[in-house]
């Protein structure tokens, strides 16, 4: 039996949203397909300030956010072939399904009907799912990535549900030479799918509200800084150019989502991976007639994009920009968060005993 002891940073009422205190919780039932990690880092995802504000509705409280977890195994299942104790490996968004219909068949399961989430769900005997603040998680291997040796685990974390949310939809839309890949918003999202996008070849280029963000995109290796208005002059020049455009945007209003529509070449797809709490803006059938350009999103990734993606980032380098706080400190990560004080992404290192 494993010696860990699950306790976390939680948040028991979300009109008191950035006040944690330490719990300890029950885990799930350890099964035979199960890998038990000791975490040592978690990144702070957009998700994590929606979910503990209330933002995407109810949660049960008290709540451990947190589903971007690198650590090392404790302990296997008897049926785990993938990893064993000591092993590094992390853990995204996801850590259930029901592995047995046509999504989980087909290197889908990120769209599985019976999702369980890493957090702010359940598991099939009831016991709440409880993320990444905190000492130790079990997930089942399906759920759990390895993480190549040249990958340091700080640099893994929060690629985990941040760089995983953007790289599947740059790999399903064929980003890649040749390809003209628009990224909307320049935070923890649109860094990453401006790093990755780079990485797979494709000719990228950045828009962002935010002046002051221009030399830091430019340094990431966008080839092309937009600096976005809100009459949309911005897109005239751009017309039916782009193949792809994936938006990371987490406020809805003043969208010019027309102007964004506009610049793809014909059937070029928009990708909305942000997910505001408020609806999208209006928009007519007659905003998809002149190219014929489709809207749609993208559900976090699979397991094989995740393995593909962390292999990508330790053969090229890639390095997140992040900013490391002890996991104490979620308090200040998550206000500084919400309030857009970050470049580019929190995260978090284990300081429970």
Same mark, same amino acid.
């Given at each position: 039996?494993?010696?860990?002891?699950?306790?976390?940073?939680?948040?028991?009422?979300?009109?008191?949203?950035?006040?944690?205190?330490?719990?300890?919780?029950?885990?799930?039932?350890?099964?035979?397909?199960?890998?038990?990690?000791?975490?040592?880092?978690?990144?702070?995802?957009?998700?994590?300030?929606?979910?503990?504000? /209330? !933002?995407?509705?109810?949660?049960?409280?008290?709540?451990?956010? #947190?589903?971007?977890?690198?650590? +090392? =195994?404790?302990? &296997? @299942?008897?049926?785990?072939?993938?990893?064993?104790?000591?092993?590094?490996?992390?853990?995204?968004?996801?850590?259930?399904?029901?592995?047995?219909?046509?999504?989980?068949?087909?290197?889908?399961?990120?769209?599985?009907?019976?999702?369980?989430?890493?957090?702010?769900?359940?598991?099939?005997?009831?016991?709440?799912?409880?993320?990444?603040?905190?000492?130790?998680?079990?997930?089942?291997?399906?759920?759990?990535?390895?993480?190549?040796?040249?990958?340091?685990?700080?640099?893994?974390?929060?690629?985990?549900? /941040? !760089?995983?949310?953007?790289?599947?939809?740059?790999?399903?839309? #064929?980003?890649?030479?040749?390809? +003209? =890949?628009?990224? &909307? @918003?320049?935070?923890?999202?649109?860094?990453?799918?401006?790093?990755?996008?780079?990485?797979?070849?494709?000719?990228?280029?950045?828009?962002?509200?935010?002046?002051?963000?221009?030399?830091?995109?430019?340094?990431?290796?966008?080839?092309?800084?937009?600096?976005?208005?809100?009459?949309?002059?911005?897109?005239?020049?751009?017309?039916?150019?782009?193949?792809?455009?994936?938006?990371?945007?987490?406020?809805?209003?003043?969208?010019?989502?027309?102007?964004?529509?506009?610049?793809?070449?014909?059937?070029?797809?928009?990708?909305?991976?942000?997910?505001?709490?408020?609806?999208?803006?209006?928009?007519?059938?007659?905003?998809?007639?002149?190219?014929?350009?489709?809207?749609?999103?993208?559900?976090?990734?699979?397991?094989?994009?995740?393995?593909?993606?962390?292999?990508?980032?330790?053969?090229?380098?890639?390095?997140?920009?992040?900013?490391?706080?002890?996991?104490?400190?979620?308090?200040?990560?998550?206000?500084?968060?919400?309030?857009?004080?970050?470049?580019?992404?929190?995260?978090?290192?284990?300081?429970?005993?």
């Amino acid at each position: 039996m494993s010696s860990v002891e699950f306790k976390g940073y939680a948040i028991s009422d979300p009109k008191k949203w950035n006040d944690f205190s330490v719990i300890e919780f029950k885990p799930k039932a350890f099964q035979d397909t199960d890998v038990e990690i000791a975490i040592t880092h978690c990144g702070v995802c957009g998700s994590d300030v929606h979910t503990i504000t /209330g !933002g995407w509705g109810e949660a049960p409280f008290p709540l451990v956010p #947190g589903h971007e977890i690198v650590g +090392k =195994v404790t302990r &296997v @299942g008897s049926e785990v072939k993938g990893f064993k104790v000591g092993d590094r490996a992390g853990i995204g968004a996801q850590i259930g399904s029901c592995y047995s219909c046509r999504a989980c068949k087909s290197d889908n399961e990120n769209y599985c009907s019976k999702s369980i989430n890493t957090y702010a769900s359940k598991y099939p005997d009831g016991i709440s799912t409880q993320g990444g603040y905190s000492t130790a998680i079990r997930g089942h291997e399906q759920f759990v990535f390895p993480i190549p040796e040249n990958l340091e685990s700080r640099h893994a974390a929060s690629m985990l549900c /941040g !760089g995983l949310t953007v790289y599947s939809p740059l790999v399903r839309n #064929g980003a890649g030479p040749g390809k +003209k =890949v628009g990224v &909307v @918003g320049i935070g923890g999202l649109g860094h990453y799918a401006i790093l990755f996008g780079k990485a797979l070849g494709a000719e990228m280029y950045a828009f962002t509200h935010s002046k002051d963000k221009i030399e830091d995109i430019k340094k990431m290796g966008a080839d092309h800084v937009v600096v976005t208005d809100d009459e949309g002059e911005f897109a005239k020049d751009l017309a039916m150019s782009l193949d792809l455009i994936i938006s990371t945007r987490d406020v809805a209003e003043g969208m010019p989502l027309q102007q964004y529509l506009s610049m793809l070449w014909i059937h070029g797809h928009f990708v909305t991976v942000g997910l505001p709490d408020k609806p999208l803006p209006q928009l007519s059938a007659f905003d998809f007639c002149p190219n014929g350009c489709y809207l749609g999103s993208s559900a976090i990734g699979s397991k094989k994009e995740a393995v593909e993606m962390l292999q990508l980032a330790a053969d090229r380098g890639i390095k997140p920009w992040i900013e490391e706080l002890p996991m104490k400190d979620a308090k200040q990560a998550v206000e500084r968060l919400k309030r857009n004080d970050v470049k580019y992404r929190f995260v978090l290192t284990q300081d429970l005993a």
